[in-house]
Every structure is written in structure tokens, then in C-alpha cells.
């Protein structure tokens, strides 16, 4: 049977035996909105936890918080509406009272040629800020888990904040969405880094935000922040959206996850000996540190010691220079364990260690653009996605093979009996 998977801006063929034992993992059909501006326009009239924005004193600056490039979030489609919305709310704002911050947390600041990519031309005349996040910050004290609540001064500085982003699972935080697009997307280093060290407590999983502390300490902090909305949509596989809620941030994720769970949590009856993965192409596969979500979630559908395949173009390379920086120091990913257990939590050598968490029971294969000496010192082999197939198939000829076209989104649970 011949079968393609997504791989950057393109796709990745391969063949299995006619009588081999497959099932494709796939995220389950939503019905997409059709007239994505008419619901932002409903969702914005009737918010989740808070008053429309039309109801609120004209605003001397606001400030929209969006993602960067490597989130799929469709700006260009939600961005002209919610500029039209926010003249209308408010006459006399004008558009040099608006500004647009792109963040992407620790990840180097878009240029002009990203920016491009990412907003469109109707933000014409609005300020535009691409977050760095050595940027000068605004405190607003600590949550009560500890971590300093730091983000951007000039988004801070707002009259009127606002998040827009998209809701999907997320390995450690449960669900994104909600106010990460601030917490995380605007904020300094220290914060993320406290935040994310949460990850290593109990419920810190995908799938979960009730009881998941790295999410409610982001919930926690955009409440400290005074962030007045949250504009999020949940898309499926092809970038369509399948929802779209608007209001208070911590409300929005809420509700927002129950849809993304539907679209992307799946039952699981057993584990699979053989998985072949994909992040889900462009943008889910950027690059190397971003990848490692879908490694990590297909993982999830496979028993102890299954053969992971892994298809990632990675087109902009590893991605992060302290991540690559810290792995290539070990030997093995054994090594890099103890290390990082050892010495507490760093970002970047954290990923490092989601990584090793799969490498060490797991044999694994990458098919991208990387160089094999790159994916060596990240302690990962390239390999020929057909050649390795057939190998492993030849030592496993009744492996139970699972496909996942969309290993960045979509989480596994077993069945109950």
C-alpha cells in the first residue's frame, strides 16, 4: 500500500506490505466556520466572562498580542475584522493607538521579512512591536507558584490588552490558548523559565488543565496582568477553523479545549510497535525544537521500546542555540538525563530532556533536512524513510503499525475495558 504524510510545504511518500497490521491515528471531523469574520464579530458582541469592548471607556492605547511563524494562527483572516471591530467600538481611536506585538517568548525576535509573513496588509498604519524578550519588562509581582509575572513594559503600558491565538494540545501545559500568548509569548526569561518548570509536577500532561499547574499559573498570571480578552480559535488539520471564542482569557481556554480534545484526543485499545509520524507539516515542523512535540505525542500511542519514526522537515534548522548548544556536550541522551536531573531546570537544556525522555526507550528516526551530523548531536539518526521502514519490517514483519499525520496535535488515552 503506498501511503504520503505531510513534510513541510509538501508531502513524504512510503510503502507498507498490502498485509501489513496499520491504522492511521487521525484527528476526528469538526465542521468548519464558514464566515470566520461573522463569528469573530458574534464572539466579540457576546464574550465569555466579561463585557464586550464596545461597553468599555475609549481606550487611549491598545495593545494585541499575536503569535509568531511557527504557530499556525490564521492572522491575515482574523486580524482585518477585529481592527474594523475595535475602530467601530471606539470612535476616534485611531489606528496609531493600536499596536500589534508579535511575540514567541524566548525565540528570536521576526524580522521585517517574517512580519510580512505573518500580518496583513490591513494592520497598515497600527504600530507594530516584535517581542524580545531582553526587552524592558513590567512586573506585576509572582503567582502563587512562584513565578515572577514579567512581560513586555509597552504592552503593559496599555489601556486595553488583548490576546488572539489558537487552542491546541499541548505536552505540558495541557491545552495552548487562553492568556499564553502574554504569559508566554511577552514575557521575560525568568518567567517562562519558572513556569515551565512546573512540567515536571504531577498533571502537567496534555490533555489536562484543571488540575495542571503549568496552566493555571499562566491562567493565574493573565489575571495578575489584567489582560481583557482572549480571542482564540481552534482549527483542524487543514488550518480551518473549527471554533472561535472570545473573553476572558482563563474562560476561552477552558471552553476552547473541549472542542481541540474532541478534534485531537483519541482512544487507543493498545500500544503499536511501529509509529510513523508526522508534525503535520509547515508550520508544525519549522524546526528541530519545535518537532520535538510531535516525537513526544506519538510516543504516547507506542509501547517500551517501539520503533519511532519521525518525519520533521525543519527547514529553519534546530531552531533554538541554547538547546543545541547544551545536547551536543553529552555522549548519550542517558548522560543528559542525569545531567539535567542533577541541576534542576534550564530552558532550552529542557527540551534536551523531553527529548531524552522518549530517546531512552524508544529506538528512533528522523527523516528531514537537517545533516545527519547536526540530528547525531542531538543524539538522533537521519534516516531513508523507506530503506528504515523495510529494515524495521523485516526484523518485526507483525509489527502493529500506527500512521499519525499529526503528531504535534494529536494525544492518545486508552480505552477503558
Excluded at 483542524?236 to 472570545?246: F, T
Amino acid at each position: 500500500m503506498k501511503l504520503k504524510l505531510k513534510y513541510g510545504t509538501g508531502y513524504r511518500e512510503f510503502v507498507l506490505p498490502d498485509d501489513a497490521d496499520v491504522t492511521t491515528l487521525e484527528p476526528h471531523p469538526v465542521p468548519e466556520i464558514k464566515d470566520v469574520a461573522a463569528a469573530l464579530r458574534e464572539a466579540l458582541e457576546n464574550p465569555l466572562g466579561t463585557r464586550p469592548l464596545r461597553t468599555l471607556p475609549r481606550p487611549a492605547q491598545v495593545a494585541v498580542a499575536v503569535p509568531d511563524e511557527t504557530r499556525p494562527a490564521p492572522l491575515k483572516t482574523l486580524l482585518p475584522p477585529l481592527l474594523e471591530c475595535l475602530l467601530a467600538s471606539w470612535p476616534g481611536l485611531s489606528r496609531q493607538n493600536i499596536t500589534f506585538f508579535v511575540g514567541g517568548g524566548l525565540h528570536d525576535a521576526p524580522d521585517a521579512a517574517q512580519l510580512s509573513r505573518i500580518l496583513p496588509d490591513a494592520v497598515s498604519g497600527c504600530r507594530i512591536v516584535a517581542h524580545d524578550a531582553k526587552a524592558p519588562m513590567q512586573s506585576y509581582g509572582s503567582t502563587s507558584r512562584g513565578t515572577p509575572v514579567e512581560i513586555n513594559a509597552e504592552y503593559a503600558a496599555a489601556d486595553c490588552k488583548i490576546v488572539v491565538g489558537q487552542i491546541d494540545p499541548h505536552q505540558f501545559v495541557g491545552f495552548t490558548g487562553g492568556s499564553k500568548g502574554v504569559t508566554v509569548g511577552l514575557a521575560s526569561r525568568n518567567m517562562i523559565q519558572h513556569n515551565h518548570s512546573l512540567m515536571s509536577e504531577q498533571g502537567a500532561q496534555v490533555g489536562q488543565i484543571e488540575h495542571n499547574p503549568v496552566r493555571q499559573d499562566l491562567n493565574e498570571a493573565g489575571e495578575m496582568i489584567g489582560i481583557h480578552l482572549a480571542i482564540n480559535v481552534v482549527l483542524n488539520p487543514a488550518k480551518q477553523v473549527v471554533a472561535l471564542l472570545a473573553g476572558r482569557p482563563s474562560e476561552v481556554v477552558a471552553q476552547g479545549a473541549k472542542v481541540s480534545a474532541r478534534v485531537y484526543g483519541l482512544s487507543i485499545e493498545h500500544p503499536y510497535d511501529l509509529v510513523i509520524a508526522s508534525c503535520g507539516g509547515h508550520p508544525k515542523d519549522i524546526c528541530l525544537y519545535q518537532a520535538q512535540k510531535g516525537l513526544n505525542l506519538a510516543s504516547q500511542c507506542s509501547g517500551e521500546g517501539a520503533k519511532l519514526m519521525l518525519l520533521a522537515a525543519c527547514s529553519q534548522g534546530v531552531g533554538d542555540a541554547v538547546y543545541y548548544d547544551y545536547v551536543r556536550h553529552f555522549a548519550t541522551p542517558g548522560d543528559q538525563l542525569s545531567e539535567f536531573k542533577a541541576h534542576g531546570f534550564r530552558m532550552g537544556a529542557h527540551k534536551a530532556f523531553l527529548f531524552s525522555r522518549t530517546l531512552a526507550s524508544h529506538e528512533v528516526a528522523v527523516v528531514s533536512d537537517l545533516d545527519a551530523k547536526t540530528l547525531a548531536e542531538c543524539h538522533l539518526r537521519k534516516g531513508d524513510l523507506q530503506e528504515t521502514l523495510d529494515g524495521w519490517l523485516k526484523q518485526q514483519p507483525k509489527a502493529r503499525i500506527a500512521i499519525v499525520p499529526n503528531a504535534n496535535t494529536t494525544y492518545f488515552y486508552h480505552a477503558k475495558p
